[in-house]
């Protein structure tokens, strides 16, 4: 149904910001492990941040993939071309 489509649109979107957060956590993660010189407190921030962005992303894979079960396979394509994902 269409709530069902909309709610996996939403699950898509945010799976991809979480993405997007977890990618730029490893990328300060590694600037922080890269400083000269380095500062344990900065890394140990950076990779809490890190862990917990990944983590984020697990959840949001999670509930898409729970609202994927619930479609029918060609709602769920249907829901991938319209955010433009291919997952």
Partial sequence: NGDDLA???RAL???QRAEDAAARAAWA???AEEA??????EVARARE???AAV???EAARARRRELEAQLEPAEVM???S???GDQ
């Fill in 55 to 57: 983590a984020a992303v």
């Fill in 7 to 9: 709610e996996l649109l």
């Fill in 29 to 31: 993660l590694a600037e």
């Fill in 78 to 80: 249907r829901a991938h």
């Fill in 82 to 84: 319209l955010v433009g």
């Fill in 49 to 51: 941040r890190y862990e």
């Fill in 13 to 15: 979107v945010e799976e």
């Fill in 36 to 41: 000269d010189p380095q500062r344990p407190a």
